[in-house]
């Protein structure tokens, strides 16, 4: 079993880069909405998000310093719901739409102006989870994330926004012997082609 899940990993790791590996019924492409007016200008602070977008897994190479190849890919679409009053983003496991127990799940995102942060339910499939998130953007003009429900051991994740269109989510784990935060993962989003 151990090696057909190896063989079936790095199958996946040679795919030609973000190709798509999720069933047609997980494309948008296209009628994201958009804001709605009057909404505050923190309400941008997502923007990013908007779109269909094709991700790696990617882990982090200690010993390089640098991301390494994906491990699987996935789809990760985002567009504007409650008549432009929140953003929807949805993440879809790889083989979802043509392979039994691949999940899919979906963050709705408020930004609530009194406590100054978004607040986030996600909600996933395989597995019925429901959790509920905070993000904020801090001095260091990242947006951090975090989970308030159920309590998760401490972690860091940070998202990254890059040229073209891209951009990423970070986690990174508190190493043991030093207690530094160092990288463990990125899902880095490419647009994913819609034509």
């Avoid at 432009?84 to 993440?91: L, Q, S």
């Avoid at 392979?99 to 996600?122: F, P």
């Avoid at 994330?145 to 970070?170: C, H, M, N, S, T």
């Amino acid at each position: 079993m151990k090696t057909i899940l190896t063989a079936a990993l790095l199958s996946l790791a040679a795919a030609p880069a973000f190709a798509q590996v999720t069933g047609a019924e997980t494309r948008r492409c296209g009628d994201y909405g958009q804001p709605a007016e009057g909404m505050p200008e923190e309400f941008g602070q997502f923007a990013f998000l908007i779109g269909d977008f094709d991700v790696g897994s990617e882990p982090w190479d200690a010993e390089t310093g640098s991301w390494g190849e994906p491990q699987y890919y996935a789809r990760w679409n985002g567009y504007y719901g409650f008549g432009g009053r929140a953003i929807f983003d949805e993440w879809y496991d790889p083989g979802y739409g043509y392979r039994d127990g691949s999940g899919a799940g979906i963050n709705i995102r408020l930004w609530d102006a009194a406590s100054g942060q978004w607040h986030t339910a996600w909600h996933y499939t395989a597995n019925n989870e429901v959790r509920e998130l905070r993000q904020v953007v801090r001095e260091d003009s990242l947006m951090w994330l975090w989970q308030v429900y159920p309590e998760a051991p401490e972690r860091r994740v940070f998202f990254e926004i890059y040229e073209d269109g891209e951009w990423a989510r970070i986690s990174q784990v508190q190493d043991e012997a030093t207690g530094e935060w160092v990288n463990s993962v990125r899902l880095h989003a490419r647009p994913a082609n819609c034509g």
